[in-house]
């Protein structure tokens, strides 16, 4: 599975912004997806997933103001970015697990990385 991220761009605090995700090739495993956003010195963080049924979790700093969808029959993954802050600011990567078959019929489990694409938040 590869996944494309896009979206990302500077934006000013109490703007918005939509995330997408593109997952292309095998994605018939594809399970959950989700955004992670990394700052310099700091360790990447969830910022939202959401799983094949649609169920969604959020990390504590953009609950209410960002919301996460996907669209099953694309493979797409989006993220809606509402009210942002300057804290917002960092490069957003989406993810997404996996679950498929192998030669021998046992299940393998992976995690997947898009390249990441960088939002910029102005004060």
């Known amino acids: 599975v590869q996944l494309q991220a896009s979206g990302g761009g500077l934006a000013q605090a109490g703007g918005s912004l939509r995330l997408s995700c593109a997952a292309t090739?095998?994605?018939?495993?594809?399970?959950?997806m989700g955004w992670h956003r990394q700052v310099p010195g700091k360790q990447r963080e969830l910022v939202a997933h959401?799983?094949?049924?649609?169920?969604?979790k959020y990390g504590d700093s953009v609950k209410g103001r960002f919301t996460a969808s996907r669209d099953n029959a694309r493979d797409t993954l989006y993220l809606q970015m509402n009210s942002l802050k300057p804290d917002d600011t960092g490069v957003y990567y989406c993810?997404?697990?996996?679950?498929?078959?192998?030669?021998?019929?046992?299940?393998?489990?992976?995690?997947?990385w898009g390249q990441g694409t960088l939002v910029t938040v102005s004060s």
């Open positions: 993810e997404t697990d996996t679950l498929t078959l192998d030669y021998s019929g046992s299940w393998v489990a992976q995690r997947h």
């Open positions: 090739g095998s994605s018939a495993g594809i399970q959950g």
């Open positions: 959401i799983d094949k049924s649609g169920s969604t």
